[in-house]
């Protein structure tokens, strides 16, 4: 439904409704923040590297494609934007090191899971989770989390739809290796899970 609302939204400011902009701002800020802060902890930073997007799109409106999944421009937008600023600040710094400081943090919403053990199950996966390479965690937390398509993903990391599948198909695998006997696609969904019940 939200995918439905953000596509019905761009269309309408793309063709000049002011009022759809600022609904779009509202549907998708929150999550655009918190995608914002996987990437660098400087809260001012994102805040300003998400004014800058919505500036932007908003001045180049009659250029943007109306055709796109809106989330998965404005993340890419948001991404491509926090590495341009934090290559600008640390000129000497590769941007391909920042690329792979992607950080998966527990969500507020894990309380509620109220079974000691299925809390321990969680916590294992966290342990693992955070093992494994950054670009994999970036790609578990846009699929299992923002629930993007294989297509838009590959679309925003700039990889090809086969070498995205391949990157979730291994980072399951190494997972499954680390936790035996596991519903392992139901935790996935428990730990990326945004909303409480």
């Known amino acids: ?11 309408a400011f793309i063709e000049g409704n002011d009022q759809s902009f600022e609904s779009l701002y509202e549907l998708y800020i929150a999550r655009l923040f918190a995608f914002g802060m996987k990437y660098h902890t400087d809260r001012d930073l994102i805040q300003d590297c998400l004014q800058d997007l919505f500036v932007n799109i908003y001045h180049y409106r009659s250029n ?6 809106p989330l998965s421009y404005l993340f890419a937008a948001l991404r491509n934007g926090i590495l341009a600023r934090l290559k ?8 391909t090191a920042l690329i792979y400081t992607f950080q998966l943090e527990w969500s ?4 509620w899971i109220k079974k000691e053990e299925d809390r ?5 996966l966290q342990q693992f989770t955070q093992r494994l390479p950054a670009r994999q965690r970036e790609i ?15 679309e925003m990391l700039n990889i090809t739809v086969p070498t995205c599948r391949t990157l979730v198909y291994r980072a399951i695998k190494q997972l499954r290796e680390q936790i035996e006997n596991l519903p ?14």
């Open 1 to 11: 439904m939200e995918n439905l609302q953000g596509r019905i939204l761009w269309k």
């Open 140 to 154: 578990l937390y846009l699929k299992f989390s923002e629930e993007l398509g294989y297509e838009a993903i590959a």
């Open 120 to 124: 321990a199950l969680i916590y294992k």
């Open 108 to 111: 507020a919403e894990m309380t």
């Open 88 to 95: 600008q600040e640390k000129k000497n710094l590769d941007t």
């Open 64 to 69: 943007l494609n109306p055709d796109v999944n």
């Open 184 to 197: 392992l696609v139901h935790l996935l969904c428990l730990f990326f899970k945004r909303h409480s019940l």
